[in-house]
């Protein structure tokens, strides 16, 4: 089967890529072209394979709107840089949005003698935020216990208040490490 695929998609499998006689030859090149077309195993430019990069992305598209007991608002722009292929916020800055928005909110309950380790994360993506769009992402602590903290996010455009992405977070509150 690898015989067969075009050289235009070849330099984007793994060298011991493993691809079923199930699938035709024709799904399999259209597959590939795809992956291809929305940049799968495109090189990371040097000055992006740095250590923290991509948090420093996500933190620079949230700005903090309230802070109080159990509660986080943020305003988050979607930028160029965290929008995905279709032009709309990429699912994985939107996890890491969430991720940091619902460790703030956690931290605002739990007690700082503690470490927060994230267990589990789900989202729901109901809609898309479009490029240039601005988001209110509120979380809030649904429940935080001597060892469970969880923290829910809903998104919503600005502009219209649509829901376009919920995130819930339950997180372990562990006692700090004493060395």
């Known amino acids: 089967m690898a015989d067969s695929i075009r050289e235009s998609v070849k330099e984007i499998l793994s060298p011991t890529v493993n691809i079923s006689s199930d699938l035709s030859p024709e799904f399999v090149d259209r597959l590939l072209l795809f ?12 000055h992006c394979d740095t250590k923290g990069f991509f948090s420093d992305v996500v933190s620079a598209t949230l700005k903090p709107l309230s802070v109080s007991p159990g509660h986080v608002s943020c305003l988050l722009t979607v930028k160029p840089v965290v929008t995905n292929f279709y032009a709309t916020l990429h699912g994985g800055a939107l996890a890491a949005a969430a991720e940091a928005i ?16 994230l267990g589990e994360q789900s989202m729901s ?3 898309s935020a479009p490029q240039n769009a601005e988001v209110i992402a509120d979380g809030k602590v649904v429940r935080s216990g001597r060892n469970l903290t969880v923290v829910a996010v809903d998104f919503r455009l600005k502009k219209t208040q649509k829901l376009v992405y919920t995130a819930r977070s339950t997180f372990y509150n562990m006692p700090v490490a004493k060395l």
Do not use: N
């Open 125 to 127: 993506y109901l809609s």
């Open 35 to 46: 992956l291809a077309g929305v940049g799968v195993s495109t090189p990371i430019p040097d």
């Open 102 to 117: 619902s460790i703030a909110c956690a931290r605002t309950v739990v007690a700082e003698d503690k470490e927060l380790f």
